[in-house]
């Protein structure tokens, strides 16, 4: 195993975005950010002085399989988070990986997978007595009509971040709620996840490293500026969609203004929900407050680490410019798998 010298052969793998279906298709415009990430990483890990190599995942997998052999990197910086459009390989990916004994950054096979099934990571969170909004599965042919306390939101169960999730995601009766398990039924053809909405302060907590993890200044985006009546949800329109009047109507304060007891119960859970899900060398917990209570929504093992996003946001509050954080998660991915190199 290579010693993480500045001389390191690192891959930086991305998943080649798909093609558009329309200028507004907000789920392909997601997917082109993780080759915006990889050049980013790329070039600063050249600049640390790394030999670096960007590798694409398309449909050709076998090729890609031919390539990584050929390059024999000593690590592999895995931004992959689809294979041939399909976010449930994410985790196969790095199964693959392990296949081929190539260490990688980030978490293992069981991680990516966990945390991209919400209902699954729920139980577990609610398992360990880690608070989340109370939630229940729609199966397609479905409707909801379960015991849930109102205003509900209504996500894909199976899928990542925002994709979906838009103002008309939260229902305040039965009638819009199975309007939209309809919609996600018809258009993703998979279960609708239906969970209390908790309106209040929205908080996303960047951690780094494994066993021990490091917590970050807590960050806060400040919805304030969606206009009245719009539901104060980071939906895909303000996320992505440029064309939307919602875009980038979210403001990242950092360290978020918080009473210091608010905090660490803060920091503590999400260092709770990272180390439960397994995460590796970086991640995020989404969170949102509610009677000072931290409520879970859902943890990123994968998230996006392209410049000027809110992982960076947390570092450089930490004192981390952005060639500090990707070399440290570097740094860590190397000095955990020296140390363990089946982890």
Same mark, same amino acid.
């Given at each position: 195993?290579?010693?993480?010298?500045?001389?390191?052969?690192?891959?930086? $793998?991305?998943?080649?975005?798909?093609?558009?279906?329309?200028?507004?298709?907000?789920?392909?415009?997601?997917?082109?950010?993780?080759?915006?990430?990889?050049?980013?990483?790329?070039?600063?890990?050249? !600049? %640390?002085?790394?030999?670096?190599? $960007?590798?694409?995942?398309?449909?050709?997998?076998?090729?890609?399989?031919?390539?990584?052999?050929?390059?024999?990197?000593?690590?592999?910086?895995?931004?992959?988070?689809?294979?041939?459009?399909?976010?449930?390989? +994410?985790?196969?990916?790095?199964?693959?990986?392990?296949?081929?004994?190539?260490?990688?950054?980030?978490?293992?096979?069981?991680?990516?997978? %966990?945390?991209?099934?919400?209902?699954?990571?729920?139980?577990?969170?609610? @398992?360990? @007595?880690?608070?989340?909004?109370?939630?229940?599965?729609?199966?397609?042919?479905? !409707?909801?009509?379960?015991?849930?306390? =109102?205003?509900?939101?209504?996500?894909?169960?199976?899928?990542?971040?925002?994709?979906?999730?838009?103002?008309?995601?939260?229902?305040?009766?039965?009638?819009?709620?199975?309007?939209?398990?309809?919609?996600? !039924?018809? !258009?993703?053809?998979?279960?609708?996840?239906?969970?209390?909405?908790?309106?209040?302060?929205?908080?996303? $907590?960047?951690?780094?490293? =494994?066993?021990?993890?490091?917590?970050?200044?807590?960050? +806060?985006?400040?919805?304030?500026?969606?206009?009245?009546?719009?539901?104060? $949800?980071?939906?895909?329109?303000?996320?992505?969609?440029?064309?939307?009047?919602?875009?980038? %109507?979210?403001?990242?304060?950092?360290?978020?203004? %918080?009473?210091?007891?608010?905090?660490?119960?803060?920091?503590?859970?999400?260092?709770?929900?990272?180390?439960?899900? @397994?995460?590796?060398?970086?991640?995020?917990?989404?969170?949102?407050?509610?009677?000072?209570?931290? =409520?879970?929504?859902?943890?990123?093992?994968?998230?996006?680490?392209?410049?000027?996003?809110?992982?960076?946001?947390?570092?450089?509050?930490? @004192?981390?410019?952005?060639?500090?954080?990707?070399?440290?998660?570097?740094?860590?991915?190397?000095?955990?798998?020296?140390?363990?190199?089946?982890?």
């Amino acid at each position: 195993m290579h010693d993480g010298g500045p001389a390191a052969k690192i891959a930086v $793998v991305y998943n080649a975005p798909r093609q558009p279906a329309a200028p507004d298709d907000a789920d392909a415009i997601a997917e082109a950010e993780s080759e915006v990430a990889a050049r980013g990483v790329a070039e600063t890990l050249a !600049h %640390l002085g790394y030999r670096t190599q $960007v590798l694409s995942i398309d449909d050709d997998t076998a090729g890609a399989v031919r390539r990584l052999k050929r390059l024999a990197p000593d690590l592999v910086f895995n931004l992959c988070e689809a294979i041939m459009g399909d976010t449930s390989l +994410e985790g196969a990916f790095c199964g693959l990986l392990e296949l081929l004994r190539l260490p990688y950054t980030g978490a293992p096979p069981l991680a990516l997978a %966990l945390c991209r099934d919400k209902p699954l990571t729920k139980l577990a969170l609610a @398992g360990a @007595g880690i608070p989340t909004p109370r939630f229940t599965v729609v199966r397609p042919g479905e !409707h909801f009509s379960g015991s849930l306390t =109102y205003p509900l939101i209504v996500k894909l169960a199976r899928e990542h971040g925002s994709a979906s999730i838009c103002a008309d995601s939260v229902g305040y009766d039965a009638t819009a709620v199975n309007r939209r398990i309809a919609y996600i !039924h018809q !258009h993703y053809g998979q279960d609708g996840l239906v969970e209390e909405y908790i309106e209040g302060r929205e908080i996303k $907590v960047t951690l780094l490293g =494994y066993q021990d993890p490091e917590v970050l200044p807590i960050e +806060e985006l400040d919805l304030s500026a969606l206009p009245p009546g719009v539901p104060r $949800v980071v939906g895909y329109e303000v996320n992505w969609l440029e064309s939307s009047p919602l875009y980038g %109507l979210d403001r990242a304060v950092c360290p978020a203004d %918080l009473p210091p007891d608010l905090a660490e119960r803060i920091r503590d859970i999400a260092r709770r929900a990272y180390t439960l899900i @397994g995460c590796r060398d970086y991640g995020r917990v989404d969170i949102r407050l509610k009677d000072n209570v931290p =409520y879970v929504l859902e943890v990123n093992a994968n998230p996006d680490i392209a410049p000027g996003t809110g992982i960076t946001i947390a570092a450089q509050a930490a @004192g981390l410019d952005y060639p500090a954080l990707v070399g440290k998660v570097v740094e860590l991915a190397l000095g955990r798998t020296s140390a363990h190199p089946t982890s």
